[in-house]
């Protein structure tokens, strides 16, 4: 006999119980699928970052590159060139021109420890100071002396080596102080060092500088560099050297500044080859132009022209111009223009129009 009791309970277990349905079972992803994505998001953050970085490198360089670019003043009776080639987007080089009143103007290069950005801040503020310091008009000497205490107090870590100069551009005067830069070439009727020592800025708190004065010729240069010239290395790791540079100035001290610092950077260029450049590069060069106009012209053709279309170009050319005077050259100017176009090429007609222009303003004065 069934007992109806149990049937009924097991008829209502049965009723209440769930169908047999297979449940949506949540499929489980691939570990490496997750981990793709998560790598993808990881790699966007990174990118984003590296683009921010990027950015803020491109702002920072775009900042120096207006401190240094800055274009070198026209002082009236000589010619001046600079030219600085950071080994990455930030460089640690740095140079400043100055006017000081009354024919005096300081001119200053110098070389900050590092690379990169931390280099290229210290550059900043180690200009700053200078500026400040050197608009005092005092020497040499106690400028830098001044600049020293100045970036110990605002650059605790790290060294500037700087050279500072003022020049008398009425009498010729260069008084100079070295704070551990490489010493100036001074180029005439040869080639030589202009030897002065000093620690560099940002070592002792108590260093005192000296001070020497030559007297610029008509005719003479000064090649102010930074050690990454004659430290720039080929692709065997030779360095380019200080007997090299010699040479090659010695070779061509009758270039004008703007041709010489041409010329350097070409033969820089050939030494790496392809080997990437390590070091900062900066070179300013002055030169103070000769007294006869005749014989600082010709010199302006044989810089803008090769020496044998230079020679055939003014003998043919300019001679009956030899004991001209500045405004007689202005005056014929134009049609010299269109000589030099109708032989040379529009490009060389134009670069010797400047740069006869430009320096017979100075002899009008």
């Not at 921010?52 to 800055?70: K, N, T, V, Y």
């Not at 030897?195 to 500088?209: A, F, K, R």
């Not at 610029?216 to 090649?223: I, W």
């Not at 300019?318 to 010299?336: K, N, Q, R, S, V």
Request: with cysteine.
């Amino acid at each position: 006999m069934i007992d109806r009791r149990h049937t009924h309970t097991t008829w209502t277990s049965l009723l209440g119980h769930q169908p047999a349905v297979r449940p949506c079972r949540r499929r489980r992803e691939r570990p490496e699928a997750t981990a793709d994505q998560a790598a993808a998001q990881l790699s966007s953050e990174q990118q984003r970052r590296v683009d921010e970085i990027q950015q803020d490198l491109l702002l920072a360089r775009d900042i120096q590159q207006g401190l240094l670019l800055e274009a070198a003043p026209h002082l009236v009776g000589w010619e001046l060139t600079a030219i600085s080639m950071p080994a990455r987007d930030l460089g640690g080089d740095l140079y400043d021109f100055l006017s000081l009143g009354a024919g005096i103007h300081g001119i200053m290069i110098g070389d900050v420890s590092g690379k990169g950005l931390p280099a290229a801040l210290r550059m900043a503020v180690a200009r700053t100071v200078f500026r400040h310091e050197a608009r005092r008009d005092e020497a040499p000497a106690w400028t830098l002396a001044a600049v020293n205490r100045g970036v110990l107090s605002e650059i605790p870590q790290g060294m500037v080596t700087m050279l500072y100069a003022r020049l008398d551009t009425l009498s010729g005067e260069f008084h100079l102080s070295n704070a551990g830069h490489t010493f100036p070439l001074l180029v005439n009727g040869s080639v030589s060092e202009i030897e002065i020592s000093g620690l560099p800025l940002g070592v002792d708190l108590e260093s005192d500088y000296h001070e020497i004065r030559t007297l610029l010729a008509p005719g003479d240069s000064v090649v102010l560099y930074t050690d990454g010239v004659i430290e720039a290395e080929n692709s065997a790791g030779q360095i380019f050297g200080y007997e090299r540079l010699e040479q090659l100035i010695s070779a061509n001290r009758q270039l004008k500044p703007r041709a010489m610092v041409a010329l350097l950077l070409r033969e820089l260029r050939a030494w790496a080859g392809t080997a990437l450049q390590s070091d900062d590069v900066t070179v300013v060069v002055l030169r103070r132009r000769q007294t006869d106009l005749s014989a600082e012209l010709r010199s302006i053709v044989d810089d803008v022209l090769e020496y044998e279309s230079a020679t055939q170009f003014w003998n043919e050319e300019l001679t009956l111009l030899a004991e001209a005077t500045a405004d007689e050259w202005i005056t014929a100017l134009p049609e010299i223009t269109r000589r030099a176009q109708a032989r040379l090429g529009r490009g060389l007609a134009r670069e010797l129009h400047q740069q006869l222009r430009l320096a017979l303003e100075d002899y009008r004065v």
